[in-house]
Nanobody, 114 residues
């Protein structure tokens, strides 16, 4: 069993920055992949960024160049810069322990507004 706990969300003005954290109950190195997803009201959950076990990272087109994903032994991070109102959403931590088993955190809310 894996537990994932997000933190770092909050309110920020356009152009501002936030760093989200996802604390895992075991080493992030043991995961096949970890990712950040987000879901805005009325929209489908979408991939924000992914980091694979080999360290390779991928980003959704709308956040590329503004967001950066990273991890240490027990925590995955999402550095979010130049935040825009359209980034407002609930952000979720995801981890695959295999290609057929995955876990989700409860989410952390990010609101970007002036």
């Amino acid at each position: 069993q894996v537990q994932l706990v997000e933190s770092g969300g909050g309110f920020v003005q356009p152009g501002g920055s936030l760093r989200l954290s996802c604390a895992a109950s075991r080493s992030t190195l043991t995961f096949v992949a970890m990712a950040w997803y987000r879901q805005a009201p009325g929209k489908e959950r979408e991939l924000v960024a992914r980091i694979r076990s080999n360290g390779f990272t991928e980003y959704g087109d709308v956040v590329k160049g503004r967001f950066s994903i990273s991890r240490d032994r027990n925590t995955m991070y999402l550095q979010m810069n130049d935040l825009q109102p359209e980034d407002t959403a609930d952000y979720f931590c995801n981890a695959h322990v295999s290609y057929v088993e995955q876990y989700w955190g409860q989410g952390t809310q990010v609101t970007v507004s002036s």
